[in-house]
């Protein structure tokens, strides 16, 4: 290359590289250099890092896909891995800092196209896994890896071919099918990925689906039930056995089939296999599925690997998992007991999640756990854990990371938590106020015999200190809890009311939804919030607005668009909050009636195990009582 720009790469056009230009030319040269190549590849890789969202980053790549045939065979390679794992981040979105590297990407498949059928098997391998990440499914992708599958002799380039045709084709269905029971398990394992992804779930013929199923546990076995190896399959080798459970779960025959496959199997990585894929198809379908719970338990008895992965769906199974809870008990003695056991913390959030009263004193011996932040705890433990939580909430000099979770679990409880009031009393003037004025208010009337009026009230009067509004320091929360223990509402009605005026949602609108017709003064700050941005605010708008002035409508069309992700199959606490919600409201609630009719009739689960069947409760309370309206 000379000083006029004649060469392979001319210096005019690597004149417009921003940053760093005074070194990048030279190293594009040197790719093409000989005696130059390795040293400026790495040093150009180094460069480059995976940032790549800078300006130089993206300059330099879009000359990098320009040079590619210009590149001898192990720098092509080189810089086709480079270029597949990059663009895997940036082509997720158009949108982002990752905006001009998306353009730069998208709009070179043309250069990659043509090494599709390069006569290295290693950038075949590379060119379909950069067109993979790329995500343009051009019909001449398209036409070039199908054509060049057909004649694939190495089973690698085969693997990122197939790995391309179900990423950009997930359509393709039928094309994959073939290659199920190919004589290599890997390229099975990536035509299975194309056939369980497509769309139409569970739709599938039982020979195609089991076949699938099969092709996975073959797969998966040649892997050792472990990591993919990078190349092509990066990232999806991460946690794959998660990744294809998941994949199978929809398909009813392909995770029996992977299953029959992998229980029992003499390996204990399949045997967790089987366990994985138990505890995905648990997840995504309703129905109770006994043996499905007793591959789970059998693996409590299996190797650490094996047990550990059963733990783990337990702790996630809430109360459908209580048939395990026997089989998980005798887990967490024999491996050490609830104080020494490795795995004790997942074992005590699944036996908290069934509701097994032999959790309560494990509960209490581990409390300063933070993996053991569980909700709801059963009010009937009170007897058994009230007394380790008074201790705990006496003790200031203790570290105090568990203040917050036994707070939650006293105000959850109410007037039984009574016993407690002292120790809540004496927080109030600590950081931890606002929640032990949460408490308080909950535990309602019972709290007045424990003293609480006057350090409440004093609360609600409190400076807040410099540079804080009143509503920093919990005086909300305090007078709606002075309200709930002595019946006064004229605190409450005061500073929660100004709270409102002053925008602030969430807290506010759940006291003032609570003082319901005492605070129609405050109804006309309450009506703006209906329509306002924030999803927890316009819903707790929506349930203040009802409770304070008795009219459905407006709260009604706020709350129906919180219930979108059920389209989705997807749920949470605010979609869980606007669904009871609606079913307080009663008979003006009927246009949801088709979503929780859905959600009630549905043979998915929404969300996991235990926020499914919070949600199918409360859709069958809504549907009861706006149906009886």
Known sequence: MDERGAGPVAWDVLEGVPAGREEMPGLLRGLVTFGQRQASWRRLEDKLGWQSDTPLFTHAVAHLFVMLPQLDERRLVQALDFLARRGHGACLSPVGVHRRTYEVFTRAWPHVLPLVAHGAAGVRTGAAWVLRSIRRAEPAVLDALRRRAAVEDDPTALVSQLLA??????????????????????????????????????????????????????????????????????????????????????????????????????????????????????????????????????????????????????SGGGAAAAPCADPLVRHVERSGGAAHAAAADHALRALVGMGDDRAADWYAARLGNHWLDVAPLPARWAPRLL???????????????????????????????????????????????????????????????????????????????????????????????????????????????????????????RYLADLGPLAAPHADAVRPLLTQPGQWSRTGAAEAWWRITGEAPPAVAALLPELAPLARHAADPLVLRSVRVLGAIGGPAAAALPVLHEVASSPRRYGGIPMDEQLLGAARDALIAIEAA
Request: net charge neutral; glycine share 12%.
């Open 165 to 314: 045709v179900g990423e950009l084709s997930p359509g393709d269905r039928e094309w994959l099918l073939p290659w199920l029971d190919h004589g290599h398990p890997l390229v099975g394992l990536a035509a299975a990925r194309g056939v369980l992804a497509a769309p139409g779930a569970g739709t599938g013929t039982g020979t195609a689906e089991g076949a699938a199923g099969r092709a996975v546990a073959r797969g998966l076995a040649a892997a050792g039930g472990q990591l993919l190896p990078h190349v092509p399959w990066w990232p999806l080798g991460y946690e794959a056995v998660p990744r294809f459970a998941e994949l199978s779960a929809p398909h009813p025959y392909a995770s029996a089939a992977l299953l029959e496959a992998t229980a029992g199997h003499r390996s204990a990585d399949l045997r967790r296999v089987a366990v994985v894929t138990a505890g995905a198809r648990l997840r995504y379908w309703r129905d109770p599925a006994p043996e499905l719970w007793a591959t789970v338990a059998a693996g409590l008895d299996d190797e650490p690997d094996v047990a550990s992965a059963s733990v783990e769906v337990l």
């Open 387 to 509: 007394p380790v939580f008074r201790r705990r909430l006496a003790d200031r000099g203790r570290e105090s990371h568990a203040f917050p979770r036994i707070l939650r679990t006293l105000a959850e409880w109410g007037p039984v938590a009574a016993p407690a009031v002292p120790e809540l009393v004496g927080l109030l003037d600590t950081p931890f106020a606002r929640a032990a004025a949460e408490a308080l208010g909950a535990i309602g009337p019972a709290a007045a015999a424990g003293r609480a009026a006057g350090p409440l009230a004093a609360l609600v009067t409190a400076a807040p200190g410099p540079g804080r509004h009143a509503w920093h320091g919990g005086a909300q929360t305090a007078a709606w809890a002075y309200w709930r223990v002595m019946g006064d509402p004229e605190p409450a009605l005061r500073v929660c009311g100004a709270a409102a005026r002053a925008g602030l949602g969430q807290a506010v609108l």
